[in-house]
């Protein structure tokens, strides 16, 4: 992108009259992709780190920690599939805590998978993967006629 600007800016018939203003263009839009790029490369090694705590967590708060870290990731790079798999991901590890009859334990992760699907609402509010798993955390935890609203 950065290339294609400066070739851009070599070939801009305005350059002869407003050299100033060309420039000024070229560089804030060379700042601009560069401050993209480094949010991004945060985002995806945010993302990785994440990745590798939620895989070796025991703990409930070293999973918890992890599924936070890769939201965070999510909420940096404005991806909305991401922040799906987290919830998708919160929603796996709350139903193995059902069964194992863990349910402070999977209150908790509920929680955080809901909170991860209403993440994915905000950066895309038709997301259906995230609005209809909403509706179906609350059916689960029995909150019927909310659940309703997500329907």
Request: with cysteine; glycine share 6%; aromatic share 8%.
């Amino acid at each position: 992108m950065a290339i294609f600007m400066a070739l851009m800016y070599g070939s801009c018939q305005s350059r002869a009259r407003f050299p100033i203003f060309s420039k000024a263009t070229v560089s804030v839009m060379g700042i601009g992709v560069v401050t993209l790029g480094l949010m991004l490369v945060s985002a995806f090694y945010a993302q990785k780190k994440g990745q590798v705590m939620l895989d070796g967590a025991a703990s409930l708060d070293q999973k918890i920690t992890a599924l936070e870290a890769i939201q965070n990731a999510a909420l940096i790079s404005h991806d909305s599939l991401l922040a799906e798999k987290v919830g998708l991901a919160a929603h796996n590890l709350n139903r193995e805590a059902q069964q194992n009859a863990k349910n402070e334990e999977a209150e908790q992760l509920r929680q955080e998978a809901f909170e991860a699907f209403e993440l994915a609402r905000k950066l895309n509010p038709h997301s259906l993967v995230a609005l209809c798993a909403q509706a179906r955390i609350l059916d689960e935890s029995g909150e019927y006629e909310r659940a309703f609203e997500f329907h």
